[in-house]
């Protein structure tokens, strides 16, 4: 027997201005990950106009995320809605790698993710790319067959176009450098126990990776061998913070003993958000934003 659970969202930001009825110029973007969903709305203006986060109970994690995202989207107003002029799908799979752009075959995307995680990918997933184009590379990710026919039920003959959740966060790093002087930048997105790490030099990507750890230890060591890999000293490295942390997490804590230039991040300055966004923390959704930083 299957229970029904109605899920609430832990956080929800609606402009005054908002109108559910005019998506046929506004842009969807929706972050599906193991146990998290969020979705930002920009209105025809592009401007963010709508937030939801949705974190899912630890009672429901051990069931198939295609299972519970339709008691999130059932008579949903605004995930409900449509047609939109476009939407856009991050996803937070496990399997990422990033491909320079006259190196890439199509029909060798799955062969790129079963390098890099040392097996072929199960039946029920498939290798989907994504062109960066100002950067010259494409990112190439495993997406669940499941999932992506229920977003082509949902929204029938709707552009869809799918990310990587590192995607995204590189879009919007790529704002960001935009308005930095400073020649090392260094942004580190926390989710859980994972973080994302992402370096950029002169405005050029340099690094890019994504890791777990179980203790602070581990997260400073790693950080600390990643610049010494790239050859930057912590004084010379401008880190920005985004994500699940805070002033007084314990990660924050133990960083800040080995990197002196360590603050959290702002809204990138290429994304008009609403006023109520302001009752957000800056430094919170940069991969949610990112995705709207992006274009078809």
Not at 25 to 40: A, M, Q
Not at 131 to 156: I, M, Q
Not at 169 to 179: E, G, S, V
Request: with cysteine.
């Amino acid at each position: 027997m299957q229970i029904t659970v109605t899920l609430a969202p832990t956080v929800t930001i609606r402009s005054d201005s908002f109108d559910v009825t005019d998506t046929t110029k506004s842009v969807l973007c929706l972050e599906v990950g193991r146990d998290r969903f969020r979705f930002l709305v920009q209105d025809s203006r592009r401007r963010g106009s709508y937030l939801e986060d949705y974190t899912f109970p630890s009672l429901l994690t051990d069931r198939p995320l295609i299972s519970v995202l339709p008691e999130v989207f059932r008579e949903h107003s605004v995930l409900s809605a449509g047609p939109w002029q476009e939407i856009r799908v991050s996803v937070n799979s496990p399997s990422f790698t990033l491909v320079p752009k006259p190196l890439f075959r199509k029909e060798y995307a799955g062969s790129y993710l079963a390098l890099m995680r040392g097996s072929a990918l199960p039946p029920h997933e498939f290798a989907q790319a994504y062109t960066h184009e100002a950067e010259g590379f494409l990112s190439v990710f495993n997406l669940e067959h499941p999932l992506a026919d229920y977003f082509s039920e949902v929204y029938p003959l709707q552009p869809l176009t799918y990310v990587h959740q590192t995607g995204a966060l590189i879009a919007a790093t790529a704002d960001l450098n935009r308005h930095i002087l400073t020649p090392h930048n260094v942004y580190l997105y926390f989710e859980d126990e994972f973080i994302t790490v992402i370096y950029r030099r002169e405005h050029q990507l340099r690094y890019c990776n994504r890791f777990g750890y179980k203790n602070v230890q581990d997260l400073a060591y790693y950080i600390l061998y990643v610049l010494d890999e790239q050859k930057v000293t912590p004084e010379a490295a401008n880190v920005v913070l985004y994500g699940e942390i805070t002033p007084f997490a314990e990660r924050y804590t133990e960083l800040s003993r080995f990197l002196p230039h360590l603050t959290f991040g702002h809204f990138p300055q290429g994304l008009v958000l609403a006023d109520e966004f302001d009752e957000l923390p800056e430094h919170r959704y940069l991969s949610l934003y990112g995705l709207g930083l992006m274009s078809e």
